[in-house]
């Protein structure tokens, strides 16, 4: 069973400050990792992948894998009220099958 | 570039009614996968189409089919409807399938209630 585990939250930040969100994963064959956030009523929307150990970076978001850890966060610098929304972490193996987690709350307060 | 699309948006249907749903991938995206949202569950493979051919299936109980065509649109039937299928219905296209570096983009959604 391939489980990716996600702290469901709520999650509250100040505006201005660091949201940091953590994900999880079961199976070392993990290759690729996405976030995708998602508002209320809407579809999930892709922010950014990572596929290597590291730190990625895109604006203010700033992705970090860690494969000996199992461990994929996303960090959200400068934190807007815009940014309030549920995000998604999905892992891929082998294929294009996507295995999503159950996402984290992200309130950012004015 | 058009992005995914979904029709129809909303459906209301009755317990052992069938539905159908559609969805158009982005121009040039080959693989369409399907999904089921609920509150308590979260996002849920069902399965997914390259091709014409089903290359990957969730947990799903068989009253749950699709197929994909030659223009790579897709469709999706639940037939017998419960109401445990009520759920937002989530279609993602990626450019292809195979490979490990493939973001998967969103339609709308088909919000399902069964009454």
């Known amino acids: 069973q391939k489980e990716v585990e996600q702290n469901s939250g709520p999650l509250s930040v100040p505006e201005g400050a660091i949201a940091s969100l953590n994900c999880t994963y079961s199976d070392r064959g993990s290759q690729s990792f996405f976030w995708y956030r998602q508002y209320s009523g809407k579809s999930p929307e892709l922010i950014m992948f990572i596929y290597s150990n590291g730190d990625k970076e895109d604006g203010r978001f700033t992705a970090q894998l860690n494969k000996a850890s199992q461990y994929v966060s996303l960090l959200i610098r400068d934190s807007q009220p815009s940014d309030s929304a549920t995000y998604l972490c999905a892992v891929t193996y082998r294929g294009n099958q996507f295995y999503f987690g159950t996402g984290t709350s992200l309130t950012v307060i004015p | 570039k058009a992005g995914v699309t979904q029709t129809p948006r909303y459906l209301i249907k009755t317990r052992g009614q069938q539905v159908t749903l559609s969805c158009s991938p982005i121009s040039g995206h080959r693989s369409v996968s399907w999904y089921q949202q609920t509150p308590g569950q979260g996002l849920q493979f069902l399965f997914e189409?390259?091709?014409?051919?089903?290359?990957n299936k969730g947990n799903f109980p068989g009253r749950f089919s699709g197929r994909q065509f030659s223009n790579s649109r897709s469709e999706m039937n639940v037939s017998t409807l419960e109401l445990g299928d009520s759920a937002l219905y989530l279609c993602?296209?990626?450019?292809?399938?195979?490979?490990?570096?493939?973001?998967?983009?969103f339609g709308p959604g088909t919000r399902l209630t069964v009454l």
């Open positions: 189409y390259f091709s014409e051919t089903q290359r």
């Open positions: 993602a296209s990626s450019l292809e399938a195979g490979g490990n570096y493939n973001e998967q983009f």
